[in-house]
């Protein structure tokens, strides 16, 4: 489903007319860009810190938004960017010392499952196929994971996560292609309907995460420590 854009040019964005708008454009975004992070990243709490420094980042420079792309094509590559840049930081914290491993793990999300369900059989079934997918999918290979998350889980189209990573479009055909064969066609037929609840990101998380941003992009412009 395509989310409104705004391509208004803020240039007091700690005004409080302007965090509300701040508040609308992070709870529309919120799932996605998750996903995107966490794409990157394979950790839940790693993914949050990354969409949390993304938000300030954009939102503190908003008024040097020049409506080139849409709003979320920008936020999404800063996302990306800061993901990036967590993800070379973690690398290099891994050569100093051999305890660093342990962040490198894929640390398993804890999907919500209909609890209405009167088949225990088929919750079960359908527990199995989520932890599957959820290992199979952190053990992609870069190239190929955050495609992967952005056409299958997200449901983007082709073009929409070409913009998004910077690739020719044949790129990312290719390598959703490759992904998709790495975790096996016959699984992504069995799963396709519950990979909508896939990483989720809403809830107290979502307004935790909103309210956190709003609470530092509204400190004093004058203090950049917020002291």
């Known amino acids: 489903m395509p989310i409104a854009e705004s391509h208004r040019r803020l240039d ?37 810190d990354v969409l949390q420094e993304a938000y300030v980042r954009a939102f503190t420079h908003f008024a040097d938004f020049r409506g080139d792309s849409t709003v979320t ?40 499952l209909n609890s209405n369900s009167s088949d225990p059989e088929k919750t079960m079934a359908q527990r199995q196929i989520l932890d599957l997918v959820e290992r199979l999918t952190d053990h992609l290979p870069d190239v190929y994971r955050t495609v992967f998350v952005l056409r299958v889980i997200e449901g983007l189209n082709n073009e929409e996560t070409a913009t998004l990573l910077g690739l020719k479009p044949e790129t990312a055909r290719t390598r959703l292609h490759r992904a998709r064969h790495l975790l096996k066609e016959q699984l992504e037929r069995q799963i396709g309907p519950v990979l909508l609840d896939a990483f989720p990101f809403a809830g107290k998380r979502c307004d935790r995460l909103t309210e956190a941003v709003l609470a530092r992009i509204s400190r004093d412009p004058r203090d950049p420590d917020g002291k």
Request: glycine share 2%; net charge positive.
């Open 12 to 48: 007091h964005p700690r005004s409080a007319p302007d965090l509300e708008v701040f508040r609308s454009i992070m709870q529309a975004h919120n799932r996605k860009f998750y996903r995107i992070a966490r794409s990157i990243v394979r950790n839940n709490s790693d993914a949050e």
């Open 73 to 112: 094509t920008w936020l999404a590559r800063i996302v990306i960017n800061e993901a990036l840049g967590r993800l070379r930081k973690r690398r290099r914290q891994r050569k100093l010392t051999e305890d660093m491993r342990q962040s490198h793990q894929a640390e398993i999300i804890t999907f919500p």
